[in-house]
Nanobody
C-alpha cells in the first residue's frame, strides 16, 4: 500500500521561503513520477510542479516558474518542493502525488495522494 506524507508547511511572510517534503512508502519509488498540487479555499486543485522518475525532466505551472524548485532523492523515497519569493496567492494546502511511470500535470492522472500540508503566506 502506498502512503505519501507531506511536511514542512507553515506560516511565512511574503517574500519568504519554505521547503516542503513528501515521504513515500513505496518499495519502488524510482518507478513513480511525482507531482505537487495545491488547493486554495473555494478553488480547484491546481498543478504546481512535477518531476520524472530519475529527475531527468521537470515541469512547473507558470505561476511558480522561477520561484519554486522540485527535486527528489530516490535513496530517501522523498520529493521536495523548494518555494522562494512566496506570495499571498501561494496560500493553499499543498499535496504531493505519485503516478506510475509517467510525469503528468493533471490531477486525475495521479494514482496516489498525500493528506496535504498547509502553507499560509501573510502579506
Amino acid at each position: 500500500q502506498v502512503q505519501l506524507v507531506e511536511s514542512g508547511g507553515g506560516l511565512v511572510q511574503a517574500g519568504g521561503s519554505l521547503r516542503l517534503s513528501c515521504s513515500a512508502s513505496i518499495r519502488t519509488f524510482s518507478s513513480y513520477a511525482m507531482g505537487w498540487f495545491r488547493q486554495a479555499p473555494g478553488k480547484e486543485r491546481e498543478f504546481v510542479a512535477a518531476i520524472s522518475r530519475i529527475s531527468t525532466n521537470t515541469a512547473y505551472a507558470d505561476s511558480v516558474k522561477g520561484r519554486f524548485t522540485i527535486s527528489r532523492d530516490n535513496a530517501k523515497n522523498t520529493v521536495y518542493l523548494e518555494m522562494n519569493s512566496l506570495k499571498a496567492e501561494d496560500t493553499a494546502v499543498y499535496f504531493c502525488a505519485a503516478n506510475a511511470l509517467i510525469m503528468r500535470t493533471r490531477a486525475y492522472e495521479y494514482d496516489y495522494w498525500g493528506q496535504g500540508t498547509q502553507v499560509t503566506v501573510s502579506s
